[in-house]
Nanobody, 115 residues
């Protein structure tokens, strides 16, 4: 059983930064890929960033150059560093991972960027 628990969301002004954390039960290395999605009100859930073991991360065009995904296998945690935040980044952010062919989601954490 895999559990993903997000934290770090909140309210921030435009131009600010937040770091989201996803604590993974089990070894993060065995969950592949692992990453972040987001869902804004009235919109579909979309990929923000993800990473496959041994490969460079993938980023949505809307966040390239502003967001950075990283993983700390010793802490079983995946991070999403978000800089230069914009109001359009407002959404619920979900941690996502695939393990043994099954897709797992966290409960989500709200990020609100005020203008």
């Amino acid at each position: 059983q895999v559990q993903l628990v997000e934290s770090g969301g909140g309210l921030v002004q435009a131009g600010g930064s937040l770091r989201l954390s996803c604590l993974v039960s089990g070894n993060t290395f065995s969950i592949n890929p692992i990453g972040w999605y987001r869902q804004a009100p009235g919109k579909q859930r979309e990929l923000v960033a993800n990473m496959y073991s041994g490969s460079s991360p993938n980023y949505a065009d809307a966040v390239k150059g502003r967001f950075t995904i990283s993983r700390d296998n010793a802490k079983n945690t995946v991070y999403l560093q978000m800089n230069s935040l914009k109001p359009e980044d407002t959404a619920v952010y979900y941690c996502n991972g695939i393990y043994q062919g099954r897709i797992y989601w966290g409960q989500g954490t709200q990020v609100t960027v005020s203008s």
